[in-house]
């Protein structure tokens, strides 16, 4: 993981699991080369965890295979 990653130019998106009623969710962006930034979307501001590209895959890719996970 790196720090100080500048993060202004982030295109920042929701989960499609998400929905508009204010509950917890979370937000990824995609076009920072070779990082994904995570953070809270009720927190805009906040801080971000950015993690490899492979390490997200490998996250999505086990979310989706458990199904108790959300996928």
């Given at each position: 993981?790196?720090?100080?990653?500048?993060?202004?130019?982030?295109?920042?998106?929701?989960?499609?699991?998400?929905?508009?009623?204010?509950?917890?969710?979370?937000?990824?962006?995609?076009?920072?080369?070779?990082?994904?930034?995570?953070?809270?979307?009720?927190?805009?501001?906040?801080?971000?965890?950015c993690v490899g590209e492979a390490a997200?895959?490998?996250?999505?890719?086990?979310?989706?295979?458990?199904?108790?996970?959300?996928?």
């Amino acid at each position: 993981m790196r720090t100080g990653t500048e993060l202004s130019n982030a295109d920042w998106r929701k989960s499609s699991y998400s929905n508009n009623d204010g509950a917890d969710c979370v937000e990824v962006a995609d076009n920072i080369p070779g990082l994904i930034p995570v953070r809270d979307s009720k927190n805009p501001g906040g801080p971000a965890i950015c993690v490899g590209e492979a390490a997200w895959a490998a996250f999505v890719g086990m979310v989706k295979d458990r199904p108790s996970l959300g996928g």
